[in-house]
């Protein structure tokens, strides 16, 4: 088993589905000459050529656009968006094309693309770079949404993302691109709405996805010395949701916390709560507490950054809650 980099594991699930797939090209933003913004393409270019590694005009709109046409005639498209903040120059070709075609040409036309990049926070990039839009994709039927927390995870999702039928918007974590992880050797696929027990625990649930794994676990770390054994699921994919994992973990440990980096009104942790309370209202000790950014954009000053973010400590802080060791 290899040691990779999340953003070697990116390029070499990349590299993977080209070698096997000809219909399967990358387009986008840097991603040829430059090997990408944040080199998860790297050498793609040298080994596949410009026909299928294609720099694009700083154009969202129109080459989003192109990729829903040659999904529609068949072939694969992967865009890579430098952000996902600028993807909302896109919106239009995912919300109204991609996601509705099937739909509305009864299941005649397919549109079998990823639209892939870095998503949310990273360190001072101000407020207009630091979104955390999966909720809202989440929201559109007909898309799916990835979002891989780990090295592993990253690669074998986004396989399975290449090869599904459907638009799939993949959110990588712009924090995450120089995190190392094992990564099996032989080829293998992470089922896209599947998710992860990172670790197991029997007196609190801790459901997290994305950038929030990372703080949830270090938490469970600390809330272990304390005597509090705490379940971590990563919730891999948002749509579809896994909610039989969701159950299953709450039937165990009877109390919950939801982590994540958006905003809380509408959030991705809204909906999880909405599915607990419905099908497992009766096995709860306590209510359900979110843990997400401050309803605010997010600041420049560095400070006040870390204090809008998600973190172990209040992370923590919502299990002792839970578990009413305040």
């Not at 986008?28 to 026909?51: C, H, I, N, Q, T």
């Not at 999702?157 to 638009?167: E, Q, V």
């Not at 770390?221 to 039989?244: H, M, W």
């Amino acid at each position: 088993m290899a040691t990779l980099t999340y953003r070697d594991a990116l390029n070499a699930a990349l590299r993977e589905e080209m070698q096997r797939d000809d219909s399967v090209f990358l387009m986008g933003e840097e991603v040829a000459e430059y090997d990408g913004a944040y080199k998860v393409s790297r050498g793609l270019l040298r080994e596949f050529g410009p026909r299928r590694v294609v720099d694009t005009p700083i154009a969202e709109l129109g080459f989003t656009g192109i990729g829903v046409g040659a999904a529609m005639v068949g072939l694969r498209p992967i865009v890579e968006v430098m952000t996902f903040n600028f993807a909302l120059l896109a919106i239009d070709q995912i919300v109204n094309a991609a996601a509705k075609i099937r739909y509305m040409s009864g299941g005649q036309i397919g549109c079998p693309m990823v639209v892939r990049g870095p998503g949310g926070a990273a360190l001072q990039l101000g407020a207009q770079h630091s979104q955390a839009f999966e909720s809202w994709y989440a929201h559109i039927p007909g898309l799916k949404v990835v979002m891989p927390a780990t090295p592993a995870d990253a690669k074998g999702l986004l396989k399975s993302a290449i090869r599904d039928d459907n638009p799939v918007i993949f959110i990588e974590g712009e924090m995450l691109y120089n995190q190392k992880g094992d990564v099996p050797d032989e080829e293998y696929l992470i089922p896209l709405g599947k998710a992860d027990i990172k670790r197991p625990g029997k007196d609190v649930t801790i459901i997290c996805h994305s950038k929030t794994v990372a703080p949830a676990l270090n938490a469970a770390k600390t809330l272990s010395d304390e005597g509090i054994d705490a379940e971590v699921i990563d919730l891999r994919t948002i749509t579809p949701l896994d909610q039989d994992a969701i159950l299953a973990s709450v039937a165990k440990t009877n109390r919950v916390v939801v982590a994540e980096e958006g905003w809380g009104f509408a959030g991705v942790g809204a909906q999880v709560v909405d599915v607990i309370q419905r099908e497992a209202f009766d096995q709860l000790d306590a209510p359900v507490i979110r843990v997400h950014q401050a309803d605010v954009p997010m600041p420049y000053n560095k400070h006040l950054e870390k204090a809008a973010k998600a973190d172990a400590t209040r992370i923590a802080a919502a299990v002792h809650q839970v578990c009413y060791r305040n």
